[in-house]
């Protein structure tokens, strides 16, 4: 047992498959630069010395790297691209979308593309551009995976999945969750860490976790929301509410099992995300809720999330924007109080 | 060029593969046109030379990425027709199970990543797959067939200059065949030789004639050689023209009646047939046996294909992922 943070154990995990697999390998931009940054959050930081022509280090060019890795996946090898920051994938849309989710339909299902794409996502006071959360732009994509790691021990064992996979998969990291060091630090950083097992272990897609039990409400979150919502559960505690926080860990599949369980339990659902309302992920669980098991529910399905507007930099806004606790707090008493 | 050095058989060979593009394009043309066969349909006459050529000089185990208009390259790179026919009827039996059709065609046991209809989407696949051959210390290329106008997509600038950084065992081969879509290349480019864009990659860029055969096939054996011993990428443009549609029933109006007049005496078909007759490597009744061989063959095909199975519709709901 060793307690990483998600950066550190990140490194650790791509690392061993890299070691055990030698199909595996880097690809992306300043992953692998002596005197440099590991990516942008220090999850490579050092790997070129131990793997110098498995850490393949691009020019800033998003759509033709992901379109290499698609290529080279096709050939057999397996690559994890990633970018800097997610909001970047715009630039490879037409690789990902068309060429990375499609290969293997198009073939007839003779191909695989098992690429694994890694994103940092969340807003973090660095304007628009740097900030979107894209799992909801992703989330209507079929032929893509995607798995949302709250915690180092999550992030070990679904990257691990995803590597030992042969399809794509598309995982979401978030930049205050790293706890990155030194000059990569972040302000404003909640801890993700893990006590991390030595022995092997993965974590199947489509496994919700439930965080912490509760009785009155089951709240749904990812990433930072997830541990938002940890927080918003520790102080309604005190004033004897019960919520019980379940982590989906991976958005495609989706674990409705899990979910149903829990609201059959608690009768009440909210789900709270920080990228915008509209056709949001809490819209995708909201409406598969109404459809399949609205007889479990005894009051209205409440949605948490940025309002539809675009990235704010301005602390103010910022703070306005992003969901805090004492608003999944006052939501929930709502609920609860009716 | 030598070209004494052919055998009888190899020109032949070539010759037959040529026809056999142009009377399976001139086929699915008219049993699209008939309405039998469901889709759209992206031709290639006239450009046979560039995919047989540039095809004959790969190896097997070589792969290809092609385009929209892929039906050319997959036969010369050795997809069966037979599955070839079945995919654009939308068959179970079809190279991509009915899933892929006319544009996405491809067989990758024969080297072909099915086709991407995206312009410029297949260059950095290409790429990618020179990028494993490399890692994985292979003596094996790949090649990407381009049209003249996904020289001005972005990709095209990402892929080629990451090829040429890297010194990839790739050929990106570019089929100008004077049209993006309705658009004449002047329209679109201002340099004569789109190879001219190789120079700020430093990698060598050739223009040549698309349609003389041989002669695409000699520059193809070089790049391929550089690209497998190791000494990087090539830009490699074919000046072709396109004798029939952009897609289904485009009369072309847009190309000039004596422009279209000339492409049909350039074609490169009629060229080498003549080259093989006038060198004395074949009488106009073997070239005319090759002709009717193949107008029989594609008769048992296209029979075939027509009675193959259908995809069930729920076979629509499989394939997406391996787990």
Same mark, same amino acid.
């Given at each position: 047992m060793q307690k990483m943070g998600i950066a550190e154990a990140l490194r650790m995990a791509i690392r061993q498959e890299m070691a055990r697999d030698e199909r595996v390998f880097c690809i992306g931009e300043d992953i692998a630069i002596p005197g440099g940054w590991g990516g942008a959050f220090t999850v490579t930081l050092g790997m070129e010395k131990e793997f110098s022509h498995r850490m393949?280090?691009?020019?800033?060019?998003?759509?033709?790297?992901?379109?290499?890795?698609?290529?080279?996946?096709?050939?057999?090898?397996?690559?994890?691209?990633?970018?800097?920051?997610?909001?970047?994938?715009?630039?490879?849309?037409?690789?990902?979308?068309?060429?990375?989710?499609? %290969?293997?339909?198009?073939?007839?299902?003779?191909?695989?593309?098992?690429?694994?794409?890694?994103?940092?996502?969340?807003?973090?006071?660095?304007?628009?551009?740097?900030?979107?959360?894209m799992e909801t732009f992703f989330m209507p994509l079929q032929g893509v995976k995607i798995v949302c790691p709250a915690t180092a021990y999550d992030a070990v064992g679904l990257l691990r999945t995803a590597v030992r996979g042969q399809d794509p998969v598309m995982i979401f990291e978030h930049k205050l969750l790293y706890g =990155?060091?030194?000059?990569?630090?972040?302000?404003?950083?909640?801890?993700?860490?893990?006590?991390?097992?030595?022995?092997?272990?993965?974590?199947?897609?489509?496994?919700?976790?439930?965080?912490?039990?509760?009785?009155?409400?089951? /709240?749904?979150?990812?990433?930072?929301?997830?541990?938002?919502?940890?927080?918003?559960?520790?102080?309604?505690?005190k004033e004897g509410i019960s919520v019980e926080v379940?982590?989906?860990? =991976? %958005?495609?599949?989706?674990?409705?099992?899990?979910?149903?369980?829990?609201?059959?339990?608690?009768?009440? %659902?909210?789900? /709270?995300?920080?990228?915008?309302?509209?056709?949001?992920?809490?819209?995708?669980?909201?409406?598969?809720?109404?459809?399949?098991? /609205?007889?479990? %529910?005894?009051?209205?399905?409440?949605?948490?999330?940025?309002?539809?507007?675009?990235?704010?930099?301005?602390?103010?806004?910022?703070?306005?924007?992003?969901?805090?606790?004492?608003?999944?707090?006052?939501?929930?008493?709502q609920i609860i109080l009716k | 060029m030598t070209?004494?050095?052919?055998?009888?058989?190899?020109?032949?060979?070539?010759?037959?593969?040529?026809?056999?593009?142009?009377?399976?394009?001139?086929?699915?043309?008219?049993?699209?046109?008939?309405?039998?066969?469901?889709?759209?349909?992206?031709?290639?006459?006239?450009?046979?030379?560039?995919?047989?050529?540039?095809?004959?000089?790969?190896? #097997?185990d070589d792969i290809i990425t092609s385009t929209h208009r892929p039906h050319g390259h997959a036969i010369a790179k050795g997809v069966s027709v037979q599955s070839m026919m079945d995919e654009l009827f939308g068959k179970l039996t079809g190279c991509c199970k009915g899933k892929g059709g006319s544009m996405h065609l491809g067989d990758l046991e024969k080297g072909m990543i099915p086709a991407i209809a995206i312009v410029g989407g297949n260059l950095p696949l290409a790429a990618g797959a020179a990028l494993a051959f490399k890692m994985r210390e292979e003596k094996r290329i790949a090649v990407s067939f381009i049209g003249d106008g996904a020289t001005n997509e972005g990709i095209f600038h990402e892929t080629l200059n990451m090829a040429a950084l890297w010194q990839l065992p790739v050929v990106f081969v570019i089929e100008n065949n004077l049209y993006g879509a309705s658009t004449h290349v002047n329209l679109t480019i201002r340099t004569d030789k789109i190879s001219e864009r190789a120079s700020i990659y #430093?990698?060598?860029?050739?223009?040549?004639?698309?349609?003389?055969?041989?002669?695409?096939?000699?520059?193809?054996?070089?790049?391929?050689?550089?690209?497998?011993?190791?000494?990087?990428?090539?830009?490699?443009?074919?000046?072709?023209?396109?004798?029939?549609?952009?897609?289904?029933?485009?009369?072309?109006?847009?190309?000039?009646?004596?422009?279209?007049?000339?492409?049909?005496?350039?074609?490169?078909?009629?060229?080498?047939?003549k080259y093989l007759v006038d060198n004395l490597y074949a009488s106009h009744q073997q070239l005319e046996e090759i002709e009717n061989n193949i107008e029989k063959e594609l008769d048992v095909v296209v029979e075939a294909a027509k009675s193959a199975a259908e995809p069930k519709p729920e076979d629509a709901l499989s394939d997406m992922f391996a787990e």
């Open positions: 393949i280090n691009t020019p800033i060019s998003e759509a033709g790297f992901f379109g290499i890795a698609c290529g080279a996946a096709l050939m057999g090898m397996k690559p994890i691209a990633d970018v800097q920051y997610a909001d970047f994938l715009f630039c490879a849309m037409d690789q990902i979308c068309n060429n990375i989710a499609k %290969l293997r339909y198009m073939s007839g299902g003779k191909l695989n593309v098992p690429i694994v794409m890694r994103a940092p996502v969340g807003v973090t006071g660095r304007g628009s551009q740097h900030a979107q959360n =990155s060091k030194g000059a990569r630090a972040e302000s404003g950083a909640i801890d993700g860490s893990s006590e991390i097992p030595e022995e092997d272990f993965t974590i199947p897609f489509g496994q919700a976790v439930v965080r912490r039990c509760g009785d009155d409400i089951t /709240v749904v979150g990812t990433l930072l929301m997830m541990h938002k919502c940890l927080q918003a559960a520790e102080q309604l505690q379940i982590d989906p860990r =991976s %958005l495609v599949p989706f674990d409705y099992v899990t979910l149903k369980k829990s609201i059959a339990k608690t009768s009440r %659902l909210m789900i /709270v995300e920080e990228s915008p309302k509209r056709s949001g992920i809490g819209a995708e669980i909201a409406a598969t809720i109404a459809e399949e098991a /609205v007889d479990l %529910l005894n009051a209205p399905i409440k949605r948490i999330a940025a309002p539809d507007t675009i990235v704010p930099f301005s602390p103010p806004m910022e703070n306005f924007y992003v969901p805090q606790v004492q608003r999944i707090c006052n939501e929930i008493r | 070209k004494e050095k052919y055998s009888k058989e190899f020109l032949l060979e070539i010759y037959q593969k040529m026809v056999l593009i142009r009377q399976f394009e001139e086929r699915v043309k008219f049993l699209f046109l008939e309405g039998v066969m469901p889709g759209t349909i992206h031709q290639c006459q006239g450009q046979e030379a560039t995919a047989v050529g540039v095809c004959t000089a790969l190896k #097997k #430093k990698i060598p860029g050739i223009t040549i004639d698309g349609n003389d055969v041989l002669e695409v096939y000699e520059a193809s054996k070089e790049v391929a050689e550089r690209a497998r011993n190791g000494q990087g990428p090539t830009l490699l443009e074919l000046v072709t023209y396109r004798i029939t549609g952009h897609s289904r029933r485009d009369p072309c109006l847009y190309q000039p009646a004596q422009e279209r007049a000339e492409a049909k005496k350039n074609e490169p078909i009629g060229r080498f047939g």
